[in-house]
């Protein structure tokens, strides 16, 4: 990569090390390390917010996605205005005025200690997990720029983070996000430009010939329970989803609890209910005008490099042939796709091109194939197509601000999810069970410390979620296994006759059912698991608060 490039990213990394350094004032209480003393602003909270959700993650793997399966992943945030509503008349003003350090505080309070620990613990699980997805995403970028084990790829990351979260609290956090927010933007809409500016063909024709191959399709309204992304999965499953990730998720609810007020909390979830789907979409969209790049200038057969050079190493001749068929049926592609965009009557050149089309997917299939035989590994290209394109394709300076972007997002929001972790380890476990008095500086330097282990237990899930295909999708199955059981118990805490036996045994029936449903029935598409979720635990817990004795009082 170019030196230039190299110079932006170096100095955006310091620069946001260093500045959220410097914010990190009034660190040295519980309160204020946690909770930025209750003074954050409403625009800030729900910019960091955004930024956690629009981490590299979303710069890799959803890109990605735009450009092997269009915009219909947008349906997936179909529910997240709803959610935001819901909660700002329920659990916002509700929680903010608890006076509580996490979510899950306030379930002792409302039953017993036994359902906040449990509660907190599937959060912990689900959280790490996640974590370790987000530092895949800029780990795959780094292990095909450089060539580097993804294990080597994740600790250059990884450890770097987690020292720097170990020495800033959440306002040093929320005003990294705040950067991050505006370089992300900035590089989806520089990288837009680029490509318009570099195509042959007119916007309007690029925009057709992915329309033709059904890459601008957001809408599918089959009610297909095996189907991830149809309307209908987006608006029940994925606001059961948002309630829980918003509503009950430590890494959101700790922002919103450090708030200036009740209504600055509000504000911030109602940036989110307006702006996120648009902002998904630019999204989606970078990678649907990637393909439709793609058409006019030849890609890589294989996007991931080093199962290139292990195809090439091992059964090159063969790979030698495919890539002689790929080059001809590309150019045969490529003029098709010309003839198809400024065709008057395109509806023979269309079939054409998709014809060809076809047949390309055909030789990547065996391509892949290929790359599993040889690597033993998943061979999936999703994660590799963005970041392939951003280093060969787009200009210098351009590349470094795109790479800076996704470093910065991980950062930030890889930090975010490590403090939010800490803090439920240090409040709901370490203050509550084993040492509940004990100064603040003591606290905080345990805080330190669980910040490191689940750090690297981040990194070690990361080494594993790379290999699972769509990094999205992997951030979004961990917590939907998780999400809708501990809604569950939020929304039966609301209910006047629910009780403490309960909550208990309602979670850990929820929790048994949506693992029932994810491997004895794994064609079920994973949103549904937080309505499934969610509502066994509220009907066993209901039904056992109403009928059964309740033990803990």
């Known amino acids: 990569m170019h030196p230039i490039n190299w110079v932006i990213i170096v100095g955006y990394i310091l620069y946001v090390m260093i500045d959220g350094i410097r914010r990190s004032k009034d660190t040295d209480s519980v309160e204020g390390y946690f909770l930025a003393n209750k003074s954050l602003p409403g625009w800030a909270v729900g910019l960091s917010v955004m930024a956690t959700q ?38 916002v003003p509700f929680l903010h005025g608890s006076n509580v350090y996490t979510a899950y505080e306030y379930l002792e309070r409302r039953f017993d200690a036994r359902t906040r620990s449990l509660t907190s613990f599937l959060f912990l699980l689900s959280r790490g997990m996640s974590a370790g997805a987000i530092i895949a995403a800029p780990a795959v ?110 890494s959101q609810v700790q922002r919103y609890l450090a708030a200036r007020s009740v209504n600055e909390a509000r504000s911030s979830l109602l940036i989110s209910a307006y702006w996120k789907i648009p902002l998904q979409a630019l999204v989606l969209l970078v990678g649907v005008l990637v393909f439709v790049y793609y058409q006019f200038t030849a890609p890589p057969l294989l996007y991931n490099p080093a199962h290139e050079a292990a195809v090439e190493a091992e059964q ?56 599993e035989e040889v690597t033993g590994e998943a061979s999936r290209d999703v994660n590799y197509i963005i970041p392939r394109f951003v280093l060969s394709e787009l200009p210098i300076g351009f590349s470094g601000i795109f790479v800076a972007a996704i470093l910065a997002a991980a950062m930030s ?107 004895g029935a794994p064609q079920i598409s994973f949103l549904w698991h937080n309505l499934v979720g969610a509502v066994t635990v509220l009907v066993v817990g209901m039904a056992l608060s109403l009928f059964g004795r309740d033990e803990a009082g």
């Open 54 to 91: 629009l981490s590299a993650v979303t710069m890799i793997g959803t890109t990605g996605q735009g450009a092997t399966d269009g915009l219909r992943f947008v349906q997936f945030y179909f529910g997240l205005p709803v959610a935001m509503v819901i909660l700002g008349v329920t659990l």
């Open 141 to 250: 970028v780094f292990s095909a720029v450089f060539g580097w084990p993804l294990t080597w790829s994740v600790a250059v990351i990884g450890v770097p983070t987690i020292l720097y979260t170990m020495l800033g609290g959440v306002q040093a956090v929320t005003w990294a996000d705040v950067k991050q927010m505006v370089l992300i933007v900035f590089s989806l809409v520089a990288i837009v430009g680029v490509l318009l500016f570099k195509m042959p063909v007119s916007p309007d024709e690029a925009l057709h010939i992915a329309g033709a191959t059904g890459r601008l399709q957001i809408f599918d309204f089959s009610f297909n329970l095996t189907e991830t992304y149809t309307f209908w999965t987006g608006v029940l499953g994925g606001t059961f989803l948002m309630l829980s990730y918003f509503g009950t998720d430590q």
């Open 316 to 371: 090159g001749a063969e790979y030698a042939q495919l890539q002689q068929q790929y080059r001809a049926t590309f150019d045969l592609r490529e003029a098709a796709a010309r003839e198809a965009a400024s065709a008057d009557d395109a509806s023979a050149a269309m079939s054409n091109f998709l014809a060809r089309e076809a047949e390309i997917q055909e030789l990547r299939g065996q391509a892949l194939t290929m790359a």
């Open 413 to 519: 929001s890889i930090s975010s999810e490590l403090n939010s972790l800490s803090t439920v380890s240090v409040i709901d476990f370490y203050r509550r069970w084993f040492k509940p008095e004990a100064s603040d500086a003591h606290y905080l330097r345990v805080s330190k410390w669980t910040t490191a282990f689940w750090g690297a237990f981040a990194c070690f899930v990361a080494t594993y979620a790379a290999t699972l295909g769509s990094l999205i999708e992997v951030v979004n199955r961990f917590g939907s296994f998780f999400y809708g059981s501990i809604l569950g118990v939020f929304l039966l805490a609301m209910a006047p006759k629910g009780k403490a036996t309960g909550a208990f045994f309602g979670l850990i029936a929820g929790m048994g059912v949506v693992a029932a449903v994810t491997f």
